[in-house]
């Protein structure tokens, strides 16, 4: 049997996760499942799946948590320490599903006993790229990426020789407000926001398709995966979900991966790989579609791409502090207390404060200047609105 642990199971893409392996309960032996707030589907998972260690990532929910697995003999943990000690168990394969940088520190302890992580959690590679990569290959661990567009390009890769790409093209959709007059942008709400047009996927990530953020953040990420220079990665509008990503080689050969938007497929291919096998997915049918479109993005409507571009350019913690600004920002969006736009417009400011602190600031890529510079953006982002309320 094979060990597994999923970090973030009570989320979209842990629910998706916790779905195939319920499918072949004789073939996974579940080690760690962790979760937040949701104690009931937290524990009523764990007890299903005959975990080991339920972990809540809230220290005031441990007892919710006891109460709700008595009995099962699964034993109840919470807080910070407790899910990195849950990603220091022995396992094979870990699926890496928290939102946010809080998946960092939890996939560095996966990568350090070797296990396989499947990487839901982008903010890791933003974060922390070039020191998760080194910490995989000291570890002789392997990364395979969940995120569609990602798993798309990997696919595509199989047997190809990366000197040979000569560019990658992640596609969009858009979010929700791809046809909305720009003007009308600034009042957009957060219900308006919460809602994609093609993908079921949890309340951040779906506003981040909405700002295009999480296209930002993807396109870092894509740099980081697969080692291709900035000016290699495009971004296309695809309103459909269709296309998750093509590799252009230098024969001007275009490979695309096309698939139903469902996301049990990056995260089957991840739990299956190198094989592949059969997953609980509808089939596409080409005919009943009829057609695709791809559209360049706007990037006076999406200037969250732009920022990507300059992070990208900086390098070092900048992909630290630009995720850490983002997610604050998110926060108070959702709080009602930032509109749509000024999102960016914060993260954009407090980019600009670290770009101007850097010689004050260790640059080194350590974890702990990462978690450090994490928690000071998020700051700064506190002050940046502040002062403009002010
Ligand atoms: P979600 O909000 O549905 O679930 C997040 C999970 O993380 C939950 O289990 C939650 O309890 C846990 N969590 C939240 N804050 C935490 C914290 N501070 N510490 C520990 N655990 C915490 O999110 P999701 O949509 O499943 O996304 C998870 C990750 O996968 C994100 O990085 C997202 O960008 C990425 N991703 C998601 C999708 C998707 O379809 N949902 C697609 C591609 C990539
Ligand atoms: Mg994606």
Request: glycine share 8%.
């Amino acid at each position: 049997m094979r060990k597994v642990s999923i970090f973030g199971a009570t989320g979209s893409i842990g629910q998706n996760t916790v779905d195939l392996i319920s499918r072949a309960p004789t073939e996974y032996d579940v080690v760690a499942l962790t979760g937040g707030a949701n104690i009931s589907q937290l524990a009523e998972d764990a007890r299903n799946t005959g975990a080991q260690i339920a972990v809540t990532a809230y220290e005031s929910r441990l007892q919710d948590l006891k109460d709700a697995l008595s009995g099962s003999g699964v034993e109840a943990a919470a807080g910070q320490a407790a899910l990195v000690e849950a990603a220091s168990r022995p396992v094979d394969w870990v699926m890496s599903a928290i939102v946010g940088s809080a998946g960092l520190a939890p996939g560095i302890e996966t990568l350090k006993q070797g296990a396989t992580l499947a990487l839901a959690n982008k903010e890791t590679l933003v974060c922390a790229g070039p020191l998760v990569l080194e910490m995989a290959k000291a570890h002789n661990a392997q990364i395979l990426p969940v995120d569609s567009e990602h798993s798309a390009v990997f696919q595509a890769l199989v047997g190809e020789d990366i000197r040979s790409v000569d560019r990658v093209v992640i596609t969009a959709s858009g979010g929700a407000f791809r046809d909305w007059p720009i003007e009308d942008l600034p009042r957009a709400t957060v219900e308006q926001a919460s809602k994609h047009p093609n993908w079921d996927m949890g309340q951040r990530i779906t506003i981040d398709s909405a700002s295009m953020f999480n296209k930002a953040l993807e396109i870092i990420e894509t740099k980081e995966f697969f080692d291709v220079s900035p000016n290699q990665i495009e971004v296309v509008i695809h309103p459909e979900s269709i296309v998750h990503a093509l590799v252009g080689f230098q024969d001007g050969a275009l490979m695309a991966h096309l698939g139903v938007p469902d996301m049990r497929h990056a995260i089957g291919y991840a739990l299956n790989w190198p094989n592949r096998r059969e997953l609980p997915i509808q089939k596409l049918d080409l005919a009943a579609l009829g057609q695709l479109r791809f559209i360049a993005p706007d990037e006076a409507r999406y200037p969250a791409l732009r920022l990507a571009r300059e992070v990208m350019e900086s390098g070092g913690l900048s992909g630290a502090v630009f995720n850490a600004a983002k997610e604050r920002a998110l926060d108070l969006f959702i709080q009602r207390r930032i509109g749509f736009l000024e999102m960016t417009d914060v993260v954009s400011s407090v980019l600009d404060r670290f770009d101007g602190a850097k010689g004050h600031i260790d640059a080194a890529l350590t974890l702990d200047n990462v978690l450090q510079t994490d928690h000071l953006a998020r700051h700064w982002v506190d002050e940046a609105v502040l002062k403009r309320a002010g």
